[in-house]
């Protein structure tokens, strides 16, 4: 399975980003978003399974919107009310049999 993740950048707090990230394959069963701030290890942001099911950071929820087009294999994170603890790497993460990592997009959100 390759991932290949999109739509990081520069935004300014309060702002909103849309991250994108295609999988090659089949049979996808989770995907999701984990993150990692500089000098913090890596966290949990988002999954979604197949059947729609979601999971959110405490941190993120209620701002974050995580989506899935199962036709495509690809999912969508809907960032809004972006902050500046929200700067990151952020990683796109597959489940097919066993789990697979994206390259990492950078998200920054300045003050």
């Known amino acids: 399975v390759q991932l290949q993740a999109s739509g990081g950048g520069l935004v300014q707090a309060g702002g909103s980003l849309r991250l994108s990230c295609a999988a090659s394959?089949?049979?996808?069963?989770?995907m999701g978003w984990y993150r990692q701030a500089p000098g913090k290890q890596r966290e949990l942001v988002a999954t979604?399974?197949?059947?729609?099911?979601?999971e959110y950071a405490d941190s993120v929820k209620g701002r974050f919107t995580i989506s899935r087009d199962n036709a495509k294999n690809t999912v969508f994170l809907r960032m809004n009310s972006l902050k500046p603890d929200d700067t990151a790497v952020y990683y796109c993460?597959?489940?097919?049999?066993?789990?697979?990592w994206g390259q990492g997009t950078e998200v920054t959100v300045s003050s």
């Open positions: 979604i399974t197949s059947g729609g099911s979601t």
């Open positions: 993460y597959a489940v097919r049999f066993v789990g697979y």
């Open positions: 394959g089949n049979t996808i069963s989770i």
